[in-house]
């Protein structure tokens, strides 16, 4: 497995929603609805989509990225 949990907490979530687009701020209130106690700051959808980022979860060089960016702030659940 290439991440931890918090990887394993976006595919949880975000599995019965393939192809669905969705902004950053819709993902970071799913993901907090069900993680209240998550700061919405250490959400970080980049983290685990198709372009990488600092601090990345990693999950791209596994072609197992659970977002595609389509646009600025915008994702596409693969
Ligand atoms: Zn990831």
Redesign the pocket.
């Known amino acids: 497995m290439?991440?931890g949990t918090?990887?394993d907490r976006?595919v949880n979530l975000f599995k019965s929603r393939k192809g669905r687009t969705l902004t950053r701020k819709q993902i970071i209130d799913i993901v907090q609805s069900s993680h209240p106690a998550l700061e919405r700051s250490s959400i970080m959808p980049s983290?685990?989509d198709d372009r990488g980022n600092k601090g990345e979860?990693?999950?791209r060089k596994f072609n197992?990225?659970?977002f595609e960016r389509v646009g600025r702030g915008i994702y596409k659940v693969r």
Request: net charge negative.
């Open positions: 290439p991440c918090d990887h976006f983290d685990h979860c990693g999950c197992d990225h659970v």
